[in-house]
């Protein structure tokens, strides 16, 4: 397996944008191919990215501040799944944005954002290029709607686009605002997951901050809303209940699949770890949560077996969890954003 590549870097919260690109394909995950061809991209810590010639994504290891005292490490890595041609997943990651583009320069927050695509990647390359901006454009100005209505609206502009050019592609995402109130905003619509570690050893608490909305997990709902679900797929053909796009399922009368995103909040703890893992369900496939925290703590202790900001930014920890995955047998393209709260 080749060497994973990766960069370290220290910079203050402002102006730092940056994302995972790839190139398209016309599966979906009702009809995947088998093909076990990679594809070759990287990503830079420009807001686009550009390709080379490693199989697994070159991860971004970066230390910025939350605000005067706590700081963070974000990691990232994508890879194409074995039975993809070409990766359909995309991300996001931005240290300056504010909930309302009337308060630019108040409150910004971080934010960081997984979209697991099918069907072609069209619509995850829109929401990579638009979802913050449908975020900050948000009027309300308060970090739990403003992520409502950037969903709302992305669903919204996409499917009015996609309409037009009658493209069927759909994308799940989750989406993490970490605040320089030590507040955090968790919202989620299909099958990706964000979990949340606190503390370290003994003493760690872990909890999933989003639900993976599954056609079997939402059947109840489903068959409410008119529609059903037939070897685990809405109509026989949609595995997530819940996207951004899929119009050749939403466009069936009373299919139940819709775009609304769970949402749940909470505060960083003063003084303790907080681990926080966004990924694509390519992972979440062949780990637990309780893996992947413990995983992510094993290669960040030192010597003495304690939290090590040092081993955490000399190594590109979701490369290795993206690798772990795919020696355990995942197959699908797996996207990973390890963000680490001193």
Same mark, same amino acid.
């Given at each position: 397996? %080749?060497?994973?590549?990766?960069?370290?870097?220290?910079?203050?919260?402002?102006?730092?944008?940056?994302?995972?690109?790839?190139?398209?394909?016309?599966?979906?995950?009702?009809?995947?191919?088998?093909?076990?061809?990679?594809?070759?991209?990287?990503?830079?810590?420009?807001?686009?990215?550009?390709?080379?010639?490693?199989? !697994?994504?070159?991860?971004?290891?970066?230390?910025?501040?939350?605000?005067?005292?706590?700081?963070?490490?974000?990691?990232?890595?994508?890879?194409?799944?074995?039975?993809?041609?070409?990766?359909?997943?995309?991300?996001?990651?931005?240290?300056?944005?504010?909930?309302?583009?009337?308060?630019?320069?108040?409150?910004?927050?971080?934010?960081?954002?997984?979209?697991?695509? =099918?069907?072609? $990647?069209?619509?995850?390359? !829109?929401?990579?290029?638009?979802?913050?901006?449908?975020?900050?454009?948000?009027?309300?100005?308060?970090?739990?709607?403003?992520?409502?209505?950037?969903?709302?609206?992305?669903?919204?502009?996409?499917?009015?686009?996609?309409?037009?050019?009658?493209? $069927?592609?759909?994308?799940?995402?989750?989406?993490?605002?970490?605040?320089?109130?030590?507040?955090?905003?968790?919202?989620?619509?299909?099958?990706?997951?964000?979990?949340?570690?606190?503390?370290?050893?003994?003493?760690?608490?872990?909890?999933?901050?989003?639900?993976? =909305?599954?056609?079997?997990?939402?059947?109840?709902?489903?068959?409410?809303?008119?529609?059903?679900?037939?070897?685990?797929?809405?109509?026989?053909?949609?595995?997530?209940?819940?996207?951004?796009?899929?119009?050749?399922?939403?466009?069936?009368?009373?299919?139940?699949?819709?775009?609304?995103?769970?949402?749940?909040?909470? =505060?960083?703890? %003063?003084?303790?770890?907080?681990?926080?893992?966004?990924?694509?369900?390519?992972?979440?496939?062949?780990?637990?949560?309780?893996?992947?925290?413990?995983?992510? =703590?094993?290669?960040?202790?030192?010597?003495?077996?304690?939290?090590?900001?040092?081993?955490?930014?000399?190594?590109?920890?979701?490369?290795?969890?993206?690798?772990?995955?795919?020696?355990?047998?995942?197959?699908?393209?797996?996207?990973?954003?390890?963000?680490?709260?001193?």
């Amino acid at each position: 397996m %080749p060497g994973v590549t990766h960069a370290t870097f220290i910079e203050s919260m402002k102006r730092k944008t940056f994302g995972g690109r790839r190139s398209s394909t016309d599966r979906r995950k009702r009809s995947q191919s088998e093909d076990s061809s990679a594809s070759t991209d990287s990503f830079s810590s420009a807001s686009s990215a550009t390709s080379s010639s490693d199989e !697994y994504a070159a991860g971004l290891v970066s230390k910025v501040a939350i605000h005067a005292v706590r700081t963070c490490t974000l990691h990232s890595a994508t890879v194409t799944g074995s039975k993809h041609k070409n990766n359909e997943d995309r991300f996001v990651a931005s240290f300056d944005i504010a909930a309302s583009t009337n308060r630019c320069g108040q409150d910004s927050a971080a934010i960081f954002a997984v979209f697991d695509g =099918h069907g072609g $990647d069209f619509c995850s390359q !829109y929401l990579q290029e638009n979802f913050l901006y449908h975020v900050q454009n948000s009027k309300r100005g308060k970090w739990f709607a403003a992520l409502e209505d950037g969903i709302a609206e992305s669903e919204r502009k996409f499917c009015r686009q996609a309409r037009r050019i009658r493209d $069927d592609s759909g994308a799940c995402l989750i989406a993490l605002v970490i605040t320089p109130a030590n507040e955090y905003v968790c919202a989620g619509v299909g099958d990706c997951r964000c979990i949340l570690g606190v503390g370290w050893t003994k003493s760690i608490r872990i909890q999933a901050l989003s639900r993976d =909305h599954t056609a079997n997990a939402e059947q109840a709902r489903i068959r409410r809303a008119g529609g059903y679900v037939r070897n685990g797929r809405v109509s026989g053909v949609l595995e997530p209940a819940r996207t951004i796009g899929d119009l050749d399922v939403k466009d069936e009368k009373n299919s139940g699949v819709n775009a609304i995103p769970e949402m749940k909040h909470g =505060h960083v703890v %003063p003084g303790e770890l907080h681990v926080f893992v966004l990924a694509s369900d390519g992972l979440w496939d062949v780990f637990s949560n309780a893996d992947v925290i413990n995983f992510v =703590h094993s290669k960040i202790a030192n010597s003495k077996g304690l939290p090590c900001k040092t081993r955490a930014e000399s190594q590109n920890v979701s490369s290795l969890l993206v690798e772990e995955a795919v020696a355990r047998g995942s197959r699908d393209d797996i996207t990973v954003l390890v963000n680490i709260v001193w």
